[in-house]
């Protein structure tokens, strides 16, 4: 993995060294991109997964504290977008959170490569570390999103658990007024990826882990005694997983599609300093279409597994499934004022024990934002989740629980 990030490293500095687009070129010499997000939060006293708790939101209530108002930092990042006249670029996101293990650290980091054509097919590749082609939400800089404050929960674990650390190639056949892109990629790490769907379950949130980073891992006792953390991007086994995707936008009929099968092809054996991989797969699919009055929706699933073999013979293996449906729509024709309603269901089978781990849940988002140009959003979201798991109780609280969160985010972003 040394050896990776040292090709990687010189790979996005050479697209800062090598001769730049100009603007004649139509493109500007660099592309530097921030991001600020300031928050001011109401929450119920659910203790929140970050606090290890079992509750289902980034900002949940303190332990013994219950509710709280407060302010937040949400977001610090600097996104560097280098681009050549040879048609080679590059993308380094990084975030700073004190959060985290190291208070910068990097949230994707890759050198791209896409020649021009003269003909409608187009190829394009890219090596390092980067999200899968899932989310048709998260469309914003910094893996945001412009419809709402939270994440669906979906895509919250795909910005929280998943991430590939390898190349991926990209063919694109382009049409008047649309394409059409198939793809796939081969990568290393991730095997640690879908404990957390086993440990805590689904979460909503807007927080990406970062690839130095660790998720907490959730109590299960009343002491809320600390677990160990757990480090989704390890490679175990040094056995490559893949994905494969195919993705199509068309303005004419205004629709987008995208389909994905992910496979980390972990060994469900492979331990480490006694952290256990887990397989996990799933198959992704989404739609994007305008309705009439230009109200956008947006629908995507998931649909996957994921099993771990202790070294003493115990097996866990559990299924799961999210999906959510979008209404978003500019309020004014100026397009300042968006308003979107989201609506999410998730689950989680345990297939084998004794149901402890099982989950069942739904939430509700309704977002107001209001964007008077390129650099500033002002956005108010109210997030209500329903959700239930007997785990729950070995920490002293109901097994079903309703998470609560209003906030306020300002957003600075260039």
Known sequence: MRAFFLILSCAIVLGFVAPPVSASDGAPDKFVHGLI?????????????FDRGLGKTRYGG??????????????????????????????????????QKSPVDVIEGYASYSPVSTTPWRFSMKVGAFFPPVSLENTDIAWQSPYTITWSAMNSWIGED??????????????DGGDVAVGGAVFLGGDLSGTILNDRGWSMHDRA?????????????????????????????????????????????????LITAFDNFTDESATSRGRGAWRTRFLSGGVGYFLPF????????????????APSGLRLDDSFAAG??????????????????????????????????????SAWTAAYSYRPDDYH???????????????????????????????????FSF
């Open 37 to 49: 997000d300031l928050r001011v939060l109401q929450t119920d006293d659910q203790t929140g997964w």
């Open 209 to 257: 882990t970062g690839l130095f980073d660790r998720v907490t891992k959730p109590a299960n006792s009343s002491a809320f005694q600390p677990r160990g953390d757990i480090t989704p991007f390890k490679e175990l086994d040094n056995s490559p997983g893949a994905y494969v995707f195919v993705r199509g936008e068309d303005e004419n009929i205004g629709g987008e599609f």
């Open 294 to 309: 230009d109200v956008e929706l947006i629908a995507q699933a998931l649909i996957g597994e994921t099993e771990r073999r």
């Open 377 to 411: 959003r002002l956005s108010v979201e109210l997030l209500s989740i329903d959700s239930t798991r007997p785990s729950r109780e070995a920490t002293g609280v109901s097994a079903d629980q309703r998470d609560t969160t209003l906030q306020t985010s300002y957003r």
């Open 62 to 99: 303190k332990r013994g504290e219950g509710r709280r108002r407060t302010g937040a930092l949400g977001e610090a990042s600097l996104i560097l977008r280098p681009h050549t006249t040879w048609g080679l670029g590059g993308h380094l996101h990084l975030r700073y959170e004190k959060e």
């Open 324 to 361: 959510f449906l979008m209404l978003s729509v500019f309020a004014d024709e100026d397009e300042k004022h968006r308003l979107s309603l989201r609506h999410d269901r998730f689950r989680v089978n345990d297939r084998i024990g004794a149901g402890v781990r099982r989950e069942r849940g």
């Open 162 to 175: 998943i991430r590939a650390m390898g190349g991926e190639l990209t063919s694109k056949y382009r049409y």
